[in-house]
């Protein structure tokens, strides 16, 4: 009689514990995806267009589909590189209309041409412009991300993209290349035991 009663007592147990597990997998239930999610906090969030989408969030979406890692300019090759990383693909060439998308370029106002129409302040997605209606605009050069939004929509084009110069601030080392080892070569590494 208790081997009866323990094999109730852990039968009801189990359904009292599924009916649990069962709840609190429809109720928290993880909204969206979580690789969509892991893919977006490696852009840059400058919700620049350049991709071909409007914002980072649907790039990511295409890129959790199956499009293509190397479309974002701002993010440069350190994101195509991270992004292939932590999706096991090849890194692929940045693609970008611009050949110079690659350098750390940054938009550059013509202060003494500019009229303060804020069109540009507005146009900025990362809020890397700075000034007032009918007063003279700069660029924070620390927050520029060089995404090309605010050239459109300046009405007497007094605004630049040029090169960042090179300083201790911004100065990054290159990574090596991985050398290029051929079949012949592996077969050479490879030891057999003896």
Not at 70 to 95: F, I, S
Not at 97 to 109: G, K, M, T
Not at 171 to 177: G, K, L, N
Request: charged fraction near 20%; glycine fraction near 6%.
């Amino acid at each position: 009689m208790t081997i009866l009663t323990a094999v109730i007592a852990l039968l009801i147990l189990a359904i009292i514990f599924g009916a649990l597990l069962g709840y609190a997998a429809i109720r928290f239930k993880p909204e969206g995806n979580p690789l969509v999610e892991s893919i977006d906090n490696l852009l840059p969030q400058t919700q620049c267009g350049q991709c071909g989408y409007p914002g980072c969030r649907p790039y990511a979406d295409a890129i959790a589909g199956g499009d293509a890692i190397n479309k974002c300019p701002p993010g440069g090759m350190a994101t195509v590189e991270a992004l292939a990383d932590l999706l096991d693909l090849p890194v692929l060439e940045l693609d970008a209309e611009d050949p110079d998308a690659e350098q750390n370029r940054i938009a550059v106002i013509r202060e003494d041409e500019c009229i303060g129409c804020t069109k540009c302040i507005q146009a900025c997605p990362v809020d890397a412009i700075l000034g007032a209606a009918k007063l003279m605009h700069t660029v924070i050069e620390k927050e520029c991300t060089g995404c090309d939004l605010c050239l459109e929509p300046c009405p007497v084009d007094c605004i630049d993209m040029v090169s960042q110069s090179v300083t201790i601030t911004n100065w990054r080392w290159q990574s090596p290349e991985a050398p290029k080892i051929i079949a012949t070569d592996r077969a050479e590494t490879t030891h057999e035991p003896r």
